[in-house]
């Protein structure tokens, strides 16, 4: 089966999950947690596979609008306060979730985790229209979701 593709016991027994968090990794070695929505979720996974990077966590906002928040925050208690959360996503700084989710959470989700976006740069159009621009643009930023230093505010 594909990454993306689902057993059929899921559409049986299983529900439609809001919010999913992550599974391969140890809340107490987290020093980062990527947010993300849609197939760019495999890539950070693959990223975080291929790198070994165990400190890094990924979870799935699977439901936008409305967002369930405090599904959001439940998950989020699991970690250690102060670590910062990234909002990953393939759209240009001026389009997708980034800004919706910015005006819900500001600086700080739930008063514990400073909160932060990896985008690409502004633009008037969704895509490069090259493949080759494109893949290179998603690795770019897929290695700053993991590699790009967060500094902690000391108030936010």
């Known amino acids: 089966l594909p990454a993306a593709a689902s057993p059929l016991e899921d559409f049986v027994g299983g529900g439609f999950q809001r919010v999913i968090p992550d599974a391969g990794s140890d809340p107490e070695a987290v020093e980062r947690i990527l947010l993300c929505s849609g197939k760019l979720y495999y890539d950070l996974v693959k990223e975080r596979e291929e790198s070994q990077r165990g400190d ?3 979870i799935r906002l699977e439901q936008l609008y409305p967002l369930r928040q ?7 208690s699991r970690y250690r306060e102060k670590t910062p959360v990234l909002w990953v996503q393939e759209e240009p700084e001026n ?14 989700i739930a008063g514990r985790h400073p909160f932060y976006g990896v985008t690409r740069p502004e633009s008037a159009s969704p895509a490069t229209g090259s493949g080759a621009s494109h893949r290179y643009e998603q690795e770019r930023l897929v290695r700053k979701a993991f590699d790009a ?3 902690v ?3 936010y």
Do not use: K, Q, S
């Open 149 to 151: 230093y967060y500094a």
């Open 56 to 58: 890094v966590a990924i």
């Open 95 to 108: 389009m997708g979730a980034w800004r919706y989710l910015r005006c819900l959470f500001g600086v700080a």
């Open 153 to 155: 505010p000391d108030v």
């Open 70 to 76: 405090e599904l959001l925050t439940d998950i989020l």
